[in-house]
């Protein structure tokens, strides 16, 4: 950007100001923003853990998807908007409302309370993308343009999530695909409008300190409901006895690798590598829009795993205890693996060697009961932990010495 474009965000109503210390500054209107997600990702875990099956997990991840959907496109906008400007900070605790009302929804999403969290939801996308449209059209108008097609293109999707809502079973959920298939498609095909022209990579010029950070803080939100979950399971005991704090402080281990496989290599990375690329744009998209969607669905199935595990420690496996121990850390690691191949080109070996080691778990499940096969799922994270922090400090120090 030129000092002239500079200037002109620095003196915006309502657009950060670029290229100051500030610019990748999370806002305190961010954080109080994300509270209400607290609430939508303990929804999400107690809809999945009260009905699981192959059609709940479907719904759940329909349900994740839309709600990451929502999250995210609101991070991308703060990264440009200013949330301490008061428009802005008004349309965050708007939003806040009705992300409150959209997680109240979401436990009969596919019932009764599939039209409220489809009214919502549209709500939602197509008026953020408008304000956006509308606050940017002086000082910006090329983005300003970028968010006209984003709002044509959420009434589009929107057609089919209202249409969803009037219909029932099969048809709701058919609808609703294809409305998060037209959610997903449009970055990917530049919110292209006949008349209007398509969006290019160059366009999105975002702050990879920010956009690291705010995603960081959602992986937090789902980590923490992981502990929320193991503490409520185990307050509910009538007995706390010592093996329940052994399988107490596996959980918890559990949970503090996900957090350490996450944030100790691949957090940091992304952040600098987005502040030092020509098209920032196009790797905040693939590793922050697209490939956090499978790290934040593994945690929430993790947690989901734990309340199985603790609930029920002793007995067979059956098949939603299983799927959900082994499924939730595979699930995660791809994830990561997506991320870290984004940012660094490579996939790390150690995840997809955790991979095979969870997968070649399902062997054993005939065998074992939940809190051994929860046990062995930890340990088995553990050591892709302990595997990447060795690789990475021996080719850091490699490098040293080379240098």
């Known amino acids: 950007m030129t000092a002239t474009t500079d200037d002109r965000f620095a003196n915006s109503a309502c657009l950060r100001a670029r290229g100051t210390a500030q610019e990748g500054k999370v806002a305190f209107a961010e954080l109080f923003f994300d509270l209400v997600f607290v609430l939508t990702i303990i929804q999400l875990s107690h809809s999945l853990a009260a009905h699981y099956s ?35 900070r008004l349309l965050l605790f708007v939003l806040m409302f009705l992300g409150l009302m959209l997680s109240i929804a979401i436990p009969t999403a596919f019932g009764a309370g599939g039209l409220l969290f489809a009214l919502v939801f549209v709500t939602m996308q197509v008026g953020r993308a408008a304000f956006t449209a509308y606050v940017m059209r002086r000082e910006w108008p090329q983005n300003s343009l970028n ?52 969006s290019t990579v160059g366009d999105w010029q975002v702050s990879g300190e920010h956009m690291a950070e705010r995603c960081a803080l959602f992986v937090i939100i789902c980590l923490g409901e992981t502990i929320l979950v193991t503490g409520r399971t185990v307050a509910g005991m009538e007995l706390l006895d010592g093996f329940t704090i052994l399988l107490l402080a596996v959980a918890f281990l559990s949970t503090a690798t996900m957090w350490w496989i996450y944030f100790r290599f691949g957090h940091g990375e992304a952040a600098h590598l987005i502040e030092h690329s020509a098209t920032p744009g196009r790797i905040a998209r693939m590793a922050f829009t697209y490939a956090h969607i499978p790290i934040v669905a593994g945690i929430i199935l993790s947690a989901v795993a734990e309340e199985f595990a603790l609930a029920h420690p002793h007995g067979a496996v059956d098949f939603k205890t299983a799927s959900a121990i082994i499924g939730g850390p595979v699930v995660f690691l791809a994830g990561n693996i997506w991320f870290k191949a984004a940012i660094r080109g490579r996939s790390p070996l150690s995840h997809i060697a955790g991979i095979a080691a969870l997968l070649a778990l399902s062997v054993a499940v005939p065998l074992v009961e939940p809190y051994q096969l929860f046990m062995a799922a930890a ?7 302990l595997w990447e922090f060795l690789s990475l400090k021996s080719t850091r120090a490699d490098h040293v010495a080379t240098v």
Do not use: C, H, Q
């Open 147 to 198: 968010f006209t097609r984003i709002t044509i293109w959420a009434v589009f999707s929107g057609a089919f999530w209202l249409a969803g809502a009037f219909v029932e079973g099969e048809a709701r959920l058919g609808l609703w695909l294809v409305a998060l298939a037209i959610d997903y498609a449009s970055p990917a095909l530049g919110f292209v409008v006949p008349g209007l022209g398509r």
């Open 54 to 88: 192959l059609l709940g997990l479907v719904e759940a991840a329909m349900l994740t998807m839309a709600i990451w959907w929502v999250w995210i496109d609101t991070t991308w906008v703060t990264n440009w908007l200013d949330p301490d400007k008061a428009p802005v």
């Open 379 to 385: 340990a088995v994270l553990f050591g892709v932990a």
